[in-house]
């Protein structure tokens, strides 16, 4: 049989199947400026005068930041070993392997991974890994609606803007609705999924709930009341979801604790670095009852004919190349090599070491707290955090950009992410980890209240210094 | 040849009609096809089958397959013995190897079904 690509005929019998006259239109979904064009590419340049070129651009990189920015990705200090093993050829091989007897380090490496998470949620059943948090949690959403044969899933809009976007996204067309949990606006719970809201929500017996999801800490790192979100929806028979930050879980209590028949989570944090938008790491993770619903692959461990020790892909049954339309999920790529960093950092650190990872930045946040305080800048929320919370700075946009000029990447400003909730108006989310230093904290607090105060930075004292004059304060600086 | 007094459907489930009420489960030919049972996945009792409709799905070590419903009716009962012991519908796919019972809606429908001569050639056809 010739090999050879589709002819001219077979495209316009499939296009005429489908009712189409073109192949753009396909594509009519996709905004015309974001769709590809023919790539306009430069002359080949001497590979010195390119080296120099990109040396140039990454030159314009601010690597030199003290940063206090998390919001879903964490800096955190990685053993040398991580990035040294990963670097082993024997890695660079299928991410899928269906072949046992050919496969086994990398079969016993996602093996490891899904036991070494298993431990870290309290779960029965690990999935070999997704793309990342956002997918995980989509993946989660469809799951609780295909053991509960419903349709409804209700997020919390504590749940990273992402992942209910990405959740969303995933529901399209599949005739299932996501709907949104308000937050509390005020008192010792504002910042955390409003309760009451919840349980209205559950309350609508023409609409039944497939599953809750909430997040822990949720995005804003405030601790959410998990035990009552998970009875009040297993109350509703939804299925609860939680949305987990794997490094937190060595000292919160673990979703398989407080009733979540589902863990998601981005495990970036766990010995991946901050790296533009990925490749990151898709948990997921589910109560034994429910291992059929779990989309992508999932690998066991047997007894090979001769009796001896052998890992294998298992319940394969619910794969797209078996089950077709029916599969649990058709967007299943794993992520073995980031996985497998997973594993090495966990490994690395062991239990106790982990456990002193989340400790520390749990202080490093109360020292970032009381230095911002220090200088005027309060929380904008009561309740308990972890390594994670929003401060209140008025016009917070202006401020973190000046800040960046002095060197700070002050976290997140809050409007930017969550433009339409007003109580967040003039806020930043910051954070710390085992990585932040009492200089970082001390620099980020003077230059904030210099900030505040209208203080020119130091490297531009000449010039600015008659500007302030002239002005007498913050509010031009503030509004320039 | 198969036995005579169930009635079945091209899909290869079978029905056995007693009074008002009909036991379904899958024929030893099916079985046999589909390999080692696994998992069978049944419905909740109170929901309603409908003729020719989806009501389960039935996993082996190497193929997955949707049940279909032979008779439209409301299941009474769905045999909880699959959940620990799957392979019963390997052993006696006619007898403990049962799926679900249902209070048959509309009688008339089994007579759109097979006879076991019908099955027998359906089968032998291979």
Redesign the interface.
Known sequence: MPYGPHTPADRARMLATIGIDSVDELFADIPERLRATPLALAEPEPELALAARLEALSRRNQVDLASFLGAGVYRHYSPAAIDQLLLRGEWYTAYTPYQPEISQGTLQSIYEYQSLIAELVGLDVVSASHYDGAAATAEAALMACRATRRERVLVSRAVHRHYRETTATYFLGGGLAVEEIPLVADGPDAGTTDLAALERLLADPDRPVAGVIAGQPNFLGLLEPMAEIGRLAHAAGALFVAVVEPVSLAVLEPPGVYGADIAAGEGQPLGIPAQYGGPYLGILAATDSLVRQVPGRLVGLTTDLDGKRAFVMTLRAREQDIRREKAASNICTNQALLALAASIYLATLGPHGLRDVAALGAVRAAELEAALAEVGVRRLHSGPYLNEFAVRVPDAAAVHRRLIDRGILAGLVLAEAEPDDPSLTDALLVCATEVTTADDIARFADALSAVLRGRPPIAVEAGAGALVGESGGAVPELSR | MVPTDLRYTKDHEWVRLEGTEATVGITEYAANQLGDIV?V?LPEVGRTLEQGAVFGVV??VK??S?LFAPVSGSVVEANAALADKPELVNSEPLGAGWMVRVTVADKAELDGLLDAAAYDALISEG
Do not use: L
């Open positions: 998992f996945e996993e082996s193929a997955v949707d």
